[in-house]
């Protein structure tokens, strides 16, 4: 059977979460796999795909984001940005030399592909979405993000087909022509599943993303969780550890769970509070949650359009971690409607497999 290197970015867990249906339906055909990253998403991935194979493989340093000034900060950091691009490709090339695969899957990370092997990007990010003093940066990025996805044999959009009901918005559209033909919308890519279970927790708390917002984030929530009535459950997000803490009588805080036993929780979960990076909110719409507050990462402007779309639709309430309060907010909450039915994950990875990637391997 093929043989395939699989590369999701280390921003977070979000690319190597999505990623692990994928693994996984590649495995289910007989498929060997090779991933490709570092960090915490290496560690999360070697605990969730053990059978996989592992090369460490650094991506691009994340920007310092400090919040309100972000941009500013993003963009002295672009060279150095283009620096890490050219590292990249030079080191990818170098595995490439080494190790015969079949098929090439990068998730957002530009410099992975080879003009010898078919290679496939998984992006929900085909428009960016920048700040309104930014705008002419945005259409110029439409054009040069355009341009590197031409190296690609294909590309993989998890987000259903651009209608009223794309989770993404318009950060899954694009108006370059060109780029259109290459692109599969294969629907939602969650990393949990939707269980049949009692719904006794009454908030769950996902503290997720880049640092240091990961943390800011944790030392705004943790001192106001307590007040909350009812259960509480804490994901860390930290799979480098292994810590159960209690908090108080009615709140865990885990530093880590398993794929499986995030999957419990969500399920479980009345209501839910996090940051609204994108593959959170596919496993919110896959676990069928109805209730939540979104928390943008401050200066992650994707997460900040993503929140404001949500809003405008009716789905969810967001607000700034500058001055949250929990009860207050909570409150406001209660009166949207949550994300509308989606496809299920199973169906539009099986999907994907015999479409596209079955051609190549």
């Known amino acids: 059977m093929g043989s395939v290197f699989v590369a999701p970015l280390n921003w977070g867990l979000g690319h190597a979460s999505r990623d692990v249906p994928i693994i996984r339906e590649l495995l289910r055909h007989g498929h060997e796999v090779t991933i490709g990253t570092s960090g915490n998403a290496l560690e999360f991935l070697k605990k969730e795909c053990p059978e996989c194979g592992f090369i460490r493989f650094e991506d691009y340093p994340v920007p310092h984001n400090n919040g309100r000034v972000f941009l500013p900060t993003y963009t002295a950091y672009i060279p150095h940005l283009i620096e890490a691009y050219l590292a990249e490709r030079k080191k990818a090339e170098k595995i490439f030399s080494k190790f015969a695969f079949d ?52 590309i993989v959009v998890p987000d259903n087909p651009p209608t009223k009901g794309a989770l993404a918005g318009k950060l899954s559209r694009t108006p370059v022509p060109a780029l259109r033909d290459r692109i599969y919308y294969c629907g939602i890519l969650a990393s949990v599943r939707k269980e049949a279970v009692k719904k006794d927790i009454d908030y769950l708390i996902v503290i997720s993303g880049m640092e240091p917002q990961r943390t800011v984030l944790e030392k705004i929530l943790l001192p106001q969780i307590p007040h909350l009535p009812g259960r509480k459950v804490v994901l860390l997000g930290k799979p480098a550890t292994d810590r159960v803490i209690t908090l108080d009588d009615g709140t865990v805080v885990f530093s880590y ?6 999957s419990l929780l969500m399920s479980r979960a009345r209501f839910i509070i996090c940051r609204s990076g994108y ?36 789905w969810f309430l967001s607000r700034s971690q500058y001055g949250l309060r929990l009860p207050r907010d909570l409150r406001w909450a209660a009166g949207f409607s949550g994300f509308p039915p989606m496809t299920a ?15 190549y391997l």
């Open 103 to 154: 098929l090439i899957i990068s998730d957002s990370r530009s410099g992975v592909f080879s003009h010898h092997v078919p290679s496939i990007q998984i992006t929900h990010q085909l428009h960016q979405s920048l700040p309104l003093i930014a705008w002419p940066m945005e259409l110029i990025g439409i054009y040069i993000q355009a341009d590197a996805f031409s190296r690609f044999t294909k």
């Open 279 to 314: 593959t959170t909110m596919m496993d919110i719409a896959e676990a069928g949650l109805g209730s939540g507050l979104f928390i943008p990462t401050p200066g992650q402007w994707e997460q900040e359009y993503l929140s404001r779309y949500y809003r405008k639709e009716g």
């Open 257 to 262: 769970i398993s794929g499986r036993e995030k």
């Open 345 to 359: 994950t199973d169906e539009n990875v099986g999907r994907l497999y015999q479409k596209v990637l079955s051609e």
